[in-house]
């Protein structure tokens, strides 16, 4: 396979995904390249495509790689998927995605703890959302379920990683204020972004057994 072929390839692969593509899934997929070779590939299609102003370009976000148009036409591919568009969290959810976020992994009680109130309706909320899973228990009297982020965290509020969250030095009330005007921020910017993308959203049913599953697998632990 000459590069030429593989660019082409890759290209395809990025048009078709709905979801964005690793480095090691298209590496996989070819067979024939390394990851300096593939991650040079990507970026010669998005010289391409700036140098031919092409209304599309190849973003990394959610631990992967995807193809999006560009900002500017966001108005109107807003208004062709009107009806699909996803929404907002609220700020009860945002709040305690915050502190999942940055305490990660955390248990339910910790982040009752944080934010004073019973939270079981949001983490169902961000469960169906498919924005957190369970990842685990906490070694303590009782064992309880340990919630992270997924990568639908990341896809949802534009992120390429964690590491793109802003630090916090401690996890005070204000910090938490903070942590969730910024994923307020983070989301307005993503939904602009998923507006314009080719991904496709997950279904509620798919999000629904992938919880179950986790739930079962870390049944079957004990």
């Not at 990851?35 to 010289?47: A, D, F, W």
């Not at 999942?100 to 959302?129: C, F, H, M, S, W």
Request: glycine share 6%; aromatic share 6%.
């Amino acid at each position: 396979m000459t590069r030429n072929e593989a660019k082409k390839i890759i290209e395809v692969l990025l048009f078709v995904s709905n979801r964005p593509l690793s480095l090691e899934k298209i590496i996989e997929i070819l067979d024939e390249f390394d990851k300096e070779s593939v991650g040079s590939i990507i970026e010669e299609l998005n010289t391409e495509y700036q140098v031919t102003k092409r209304s599309f370009n190849v973003v990394e976000v959610g631990g992967g790689f995807q193809i999006l148009t560009d900002q500017f036409y966001a108005p109107w591919v807003r208004k062709l998927f009107a009806k699909d568009k996803r929404q907002r969290l609220s700020a009860p959810a945002l709040e305690t995605l915050s502190i999942i976020a940055y305490k990660q992994p955390i248990t339910r009680a910790d982040i009752e703890a944080i934010r004073g109130v019973n939270i079981e309706g949001v983490l169902d909320t961000l469960l169906e959302r498919g924005l957190i899973r369970l990842s685990g228990r906490k070694e303590v009297i009782g064992r309880p379920f340990l919630y992270t982020t997924t990568k639908e965290f990341l896809m949802h509020f534009g992120l390429k990683s964690l590491e793109d969250l802003p630090k916090l030095n401690e996890y005070t009330e204000g910090d938490i204020q903070l942590g969730r005007d910024e994923l307020i921020k983070k989301e307005s910017e993503g939904i602009d972004e998923s507006c314009v993308s080719t991904e496709a959203q997950g279904s509620t049913e798919v999000r629904n057994e992938e919880t179950e599953k986790d739930v079962e697998e870390l049944t079957q632990k004990d």
